[in-house]
């Protein structure tokens, strides 16, 4: 089983080469890799995560195409909702920028935070690879599937999840290429989250985000990496597991939270 936890320091390192963006103010920062492998809340990376890209693109819905665009909402909640960080969840919104939120009026920024979070926005975000990405129409789309038993299993048999999909994105502009496909693979017992990019990303982290965030309070964020080129190498995994990972009609949250700490 894959139950082995892994709290290793990993040092800060030189600053990441930025990928030229549109109309991006931000300056460049050092470049970051993840220092802590939890955060105040209790997140967790696991040691391991041999998840794979699940090609929803022919068996899901879609959700839309585009440049610099959020989208939905996109339902999360089939039997259960989503829990993140301590709230429960029954839909998000998808960024063309690589990210998921759940505020709809999220800022749809191209520019990175790095590392999460800008206490300037502070939504609850996913970002599964956030840069100045595109969907190019004819070429890029998003999609979403919800399964009553997860294709691939986490931490609970038989776990319901739903599988949030960028299906050939590029860098701005896109029409250019390369493309890759990524997704968020979410499940709705234990609130673990899974992000996985695949392979074609050319920056492999250099000028993009990976990390989890409920507000403006870096205490309760989890930056993987940031700005460090090599840091998201073709078929990357990162499997965030919830702290409190088993919640039933007679069990909520804030009852395990007692129970676990």
């Known amino acids: 089983m894959r139950y082995l936890l892994m709290f290793t320091a990993m040092t800060v390192l030189l600053a990441g080469v930025a990928f030229a963006e549109k109309d991006d103010p931000a300056p460049v920062v050092p470049g970051y890799v993840m220092d802590s492998r939890m955060d105040d809340f209790g997140y967790i990376v ?46 998000v919104w998808l960024s063309s920028n690589g990210f998921l939120s759940f505020f709809s009026g999220d800022y749809n920024d191209l520019s990175n935070m790095c590392p999460y979070p800008d206490p300037g926005y502070p939504n609850p975000r996913i970002a599964v690879l956030h840069d100045d990405l595109d969907l190019e129409p ?70 993009s985000t990976t990390a989890i965030a409920r507000d403006g309070d870096a205490l309760y964020s989890l930056t993987i990496a940031c700005d460090e080129e090599g840091t998201i190498p073709d078929d990357s995994c990162f499997w965030i597991w919830h702290p409190f990972p088993v919640a039933t009609e007679n069990t909520s949250f804030s009852a395990l939270k007692s129970m676990y700490r």
């Open 46 to 91: 696991g040691e391991e995560c041999d998840f794979t890209l699940m090609d929803i693109s022919t068996s899901g819905t879609l959700v839309g195409d585009g440049d610099d665009v959020l989208m939905g909402p996109i339902p999360i909640s089939g039997d259960d909702p989503f829990n993140f960080y301590d709230t429960d969840y029954t839909e």
């Open 138 to 207: 004819g070429i890029g789309t998003a999609w979403y599937e919800y399964f009553e038993v997860c294709p691939q299993q986490g931490r609970d048999d038989d776990e319901p999840c739903t599988v949030i999909m960028w299906s050939q994105v590029a860098h701005w502009p896109g029409g250019n290429g390369p493309w890759w496909d990524q997704e968020a693979i979410l499940f709705h017992r234990t609130g673990d989250m899974v992000l996985l990019i695949g392979a074609g990303n050319p920056e492999t982290g250099s000028g």
